[in-house]
């Protein structure tokens, strides 16, 4: 018989959210909005905000250390660390560098992966090649964003929108045919950079006086084009990962899209035919986390016991650059 082909499964996951919340009430006294307008508009009624000297290598080494004691496992044994995020701690060193000392993972190496809300997405394709080859064993696949740190909250229609937290999971190989990461697609396309960035704080704009007058070291959003795109994306490439899959939308157990908003969650997920309790939605309690909220879906699927070995489900994602993907994976056994 020939050997089973070594494919790479989730094992583990865990999560952080700060513990200061900030509801749509609150933002009702720091801003010309409203709970109903942001509820129905969103679906989101608070985010977490983290707490001040709080950044984002913090929320990955909280979300990691449950991980490690939930499988009782050193940090020696964690052989890479993947950050994805566009809020690390500073541009330099990387996030993934501060999260291994912290954790004390000694015996790492790591790097920092920015595509935005796709980016856990692609680091957990990256994690998957990386087991596939046979040359590690055990990869740590973070999404993190504090993206209060890059929130313009004199900007009603964008800040509203946006919460902290973050996501882990443990990816390991496994034998068994019948389980993990099985298929994925994804996209990058810079003609859509226009329509969601950061203007400042990169080489090309670097920080002056004058940039933080301008306050261009704030996310900027045109939220009707990015709305347009995301639906049609996250929409669109599931339905080609499914189709080349042969995955009827009954066949699917759960989709697990990023939250960027509920109206774009339930679009997203009509047009691929599934109906309510085959979608995950934590966007009501969490806002956008940006690369955090794929991770903490899965987190919050786990915590509910919503997943059983063989179950098949689906990842989307679509974010700033344009960057967008999907992902197939054949339940395992996730802690
Ligand atoms: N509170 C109250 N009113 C608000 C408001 C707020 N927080 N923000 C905007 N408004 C007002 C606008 O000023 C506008 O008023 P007007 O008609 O008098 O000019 C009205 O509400 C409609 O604004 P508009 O921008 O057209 O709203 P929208 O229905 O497009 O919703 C978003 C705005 C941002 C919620 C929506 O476009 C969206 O979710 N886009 C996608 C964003 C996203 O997901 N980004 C991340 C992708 S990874």
Redesign the pocket.
């Known amino acids: 018989m020939p050997e089973a082909r070594r494919t790479a499964t989730i094992t583990a996951v865990g999560k952080y959210l700060p513990e200061r919340v900030l509801t749509n009430h609150d933002l009702e006294k720091m ?4 709970d109903e ?2 509820l129905s ?2 679906g989101i009624s608070q985010r977490h905000i983290v707490a001040e000297g709080e950044a984002t290598s913090d929320m990955c080494t909280h979300a990691v250390r449950q991980i490690l004691k939930k499988k009782g496992m050193d940090p020696s044994e964690i052989d890479c660390i993947i950050v994805a995020t566009i809020t690390p701690d500073m541009l330099f060193p990387s996030t993934a560098a501060l999260v291994q000392n912290k954790l004390g993972a000694n015996k790492a190496w790591g790097f920092d992966l920015s595509a ?2 796709s980016g856990f997405l692609f680091g957990l394709d990256t994690a998957t090649r990386f087991i596939e080859s046979g040359q590690y064993e055990k990869i740590i696949v973070i999404g993190a964003d504090t993206m209060s740190s890059v929130m313009d909250y004199e900007d ?3 800040s ?2 946006f919460g902290d937290g973050a996501g882990a999971v443990l990816v390991e190989a496994s034998k068994n045919d019948n389980e993990g990461i099985i298929d994925s697609i994804l996209r990058i396309d810079g003609n859509g950079g226009q329509y ?1 960035y950061m203007p400042a704080g990169g080489s090309l704009n670097p920080a002056t006086a004058e940039t933080v007058a301008n306050r261009d070291h704030y996310l900027k ?1 045109d ?2 084009n ?2 347009k795109y ?1 639906v049609k994306g996250m929409a669109d490439i599931t339905a080609e990962l499914a189709e080349r899959n042969n995955l009827s939308s009954d066949d699917i157990t759960l989709f697990i899209p ?1 939250q ?2 509920k ?2 969650i339930d679009a997203s997920a009509q047009r691929l035919g599934l109906r309510e309790d085959q979608v995950l939605s934590n966007i009501r309690n969490y806002g ?1 986390t ?1 690369a955090g909220t794929i991770p903490l879906g899965i987190a919050d699927a786990v915590e509910e016991k919503r997943l059983r070995p063989g179950d098949n489900v689906l990842l989307a994602a ?3 650059g344009f960057t967008w993907g999907s992902m197939y994976i054949k339940w395992g056994h996730v802690i």
């Open positions: 801003m010309d909005t409203s307008w942001i508009r969103t935005a809300c009603r229609t964008t509203i929108l969601l959003q939220g009707r990015v709305y995301a990023h960027a908003n109206r774009i956008n940006t679509f974010g700033a």
